[in-house]
């Protein structure tokens, strides 16, 4: 008995000793002292994207990982993990930062985001061809089926838009949109990017901006310390990758890779809309 008692502790000991160095020096610290940064990855195009061939992560959120990491000479490291897990992920240290996080109030409340936003998009709904639809107030009906993804700040906006549509959650975006291309909902809402994406894939349905249209910004999450040093380097980089049109490269870099023409649709980058 006490020998289990004993391995019990030191196994314990073990999975509280990440959190435990993040905490007493701080991310940065562990980020340098491992030579990995380790960022979180949920299936979402354009953001991260997983190929079923080679298992590899590619997207604009890898892409910004990957540019990080060069800038502190060390590895960028994907971890999967889901919208919904990715607060409970970064607290349990499984990770150091996720992009394309939005900072909800809820959010703030559980990790740390920086000040400079990452970029910017506007919410938009993939419906059915010939849909009379301008407002988010017409897709608020009794009879209009809506899905989102479970977890994301979408899932909280439409929670609070509609009061009379039928609302579905699901665990990603793709499941979301299989679910359209089934017929099992009626309009799938997302951030025009991902619902880019998604149409140029299917060829179905068409993509529109319901009024009020409103830029939203997203950011990243990070895990809440008492050493600001990885917080106030993330603020900083973000405001200068911003300023030099970075957020637009890495965007217009992965539609190339879809077949997708950039120029015909908003990128990034409010200022340029």
Not at 75 to 87: F, G, I, L
Not at 170 to 196: C, K, M, T, Y
Not at 227 to 256: H, K, Q
């Amino acid at each position: 008995m006490k020998r289990r008692t004993l391995i019990l502790a030191a196994t314990a000991a073990m999975a509280l000793a990440p959190m435990a160095r993040a905490q007493d020096g701080g991310t940065m610290a562990q980020v340098m002292d491992s030579g990995e940064l380790r960022i979180g990855v949920a299936a979402a195009e354009p953001w991260f994207y997983k190929d079923p061939m080679s298992e590899e992560w590619t997207g604009v959120g890898v892409a910004m990982g990957s540019r990080m990491a060069e800038d502190l000479g060390v590895q960028m490291v994907p971890v999967e993990t889901s919208w919904a897990n990715a607060v409970a992920g970064l607290q349990a240290n499984q990770f150091d930062i996720m992009f394309v996080l939005d900072p909800t109030e809820e959010r703030r409340q559980a990790l740390d985001f920086p000040e400079n936003p990452l970029f910017y998009y506007a919410m938009g709904a993939l419906v059915q061809e010939g849909t009379d639809v301008t407002s988010w107030d017409a897709l608020d009906t009794p009879e209009t089926r809506i899905g989102v993804t479970l977890g994301t700040s979408l899932d909280r906006n439409v929670t609070e838009m509609m009061d009379e549509a039928q609302i579905s959650r699901f665990a990603s975006n793709d499941e979301a949109i299989a679910a359209f291309a089934a017929g099992r909902i009626d309009a799938v809402v997302q951030f025009h990017p991902a619902l880019v994406v998604q149409y140029a894939r299917l060829q179905i349905g068409e993509v529109i901006l319901p009024e009020p249209v409103e830029p939203v910004a997203t950011s990243a999450g990070m895990r809440q310390e008492d050493s600001t040093e990885f917080l106030d380097w993330v603020n900083t980089t973000f405001a200068e990758l911003y300023d030099a049109g970075v957020p637009d490269e890495l965007f217009d870099a992965y539609l190339a890779t879809k077949d997708i023409d950039a120029s015909t649709i908003p990128g990034l980058v409010k200022e340029d809309w």
